[in-house]
């Protein structure tokens, strides 16, 4: 294509084809280095959760805590939650179907 391109820079078809042809080449490499730096990011994203997970059942354990204890579980989920909400990557609108439920035992009713 740069060969006859030289050779007649004038021929508005084929500088038409040209600029076709290097827009799409700029696509592909752009997707590909989308896909490449997205598949790095879940990757480190997956390796900092399992490193999240494993210092906090270590740090539980060196507690003496369970942790796969309802209570700490519960607990733990809380103040994550309480983060998640506080931080940017996610707002009300992201929830689609909730249930909010509190750590607070129910109390029995009463007889009148």
């Known amino acids: 294509m740069d060969g006859q391109l030289a050779h007649d820079p004038n021929n508005g078809a084929l ?24 598949d790095r990011r879940s990757k480190l994203n997956e390796q900092t959760v399992t490193a999240l997970e494993v210092a906090i059942v270590a740090t539980l354990r060196d507690f003496g805590l369970d942790p796969q204890s309802q209570r700490v579980r519960r607990t733990i989920g809380r103040h994550l939650g309480k983060q998640a909400w506080h931080s940017d990557a996610y707002t009300r609108e992201d929830v689609l179907d909730a249930e909010v439920v509190s750590g607070e035992p129910v109390p029995e009713p009463v007889q009148f």
Do not use: F, P
């Open 15 to 38: 500088l038409a084809v040209y600029s076709a042809e290097r827009g799409h080449l700029g696509q592909l490499a752009s997707g590909m280095v989308t896909s490449k730096t997205d």
